[in-house]
Nanobody, 111 residues
Framework: QVQLVESGGGLVQPGGSLRLSCAAS??????MGWYRQAPGKQRELVAA???????NYLDSVKGRFTISRDNAKSTMYLQMNSLKPEDTAVYYC???????WGQGTQVTVSS
């Protein structure tokens, strides 16, 4: 069974940066995405990337977050810059084609 393992979360001050990684246990095909869920809110799609490299972003993170993937390493990344308190959430990676989710990594933006 394919597994996804996220890493890179943590506590950062407003304006800071974090880089999330999502490593798959085998090479995956198709779209991949990063989602987040804040306390009391629904899970939302933050960024998605297709196999060919086309990307899409939540409006509130455009210009601050960058999604990328290294197919040879079966790893997806989310570079998050200029972080804001409202970015605080548990971040999950997801591969719809396989119907799998990572375990989540906490991102907290606070002074």
């Amino acid at each position: 069974q394919v597994q996804l393992v996220e890493s890179g979360g943590g506590l950062v001050q407003p304006g800071g940066s974090l880089r999330l990684s999502c490593a798959a246990s085998e090479i995956l095909f198709g779209a991949m995405g990063w989602y987040r869920q804040a306390p009391g809110k629904q899970r939302e799609l933050v960024a998605a990337i297709l196999s060919g490299g086309t990307t899409n972003y939540l409006d509130s993170v455009k210009g601050r977050f960058t999604i990328s993937r290294d197919n040879a390493k079966s790893t997806m990344y989310l570079q998050m810059n200029s972080l804001k308190p409202e970015d605080t959430a548990v971040y999950y990676c997801h591969v719809p084609t396989y119907g799998i989710w990572g375990q989540g990594t906490q991102v907290t933006v606070s002074s």
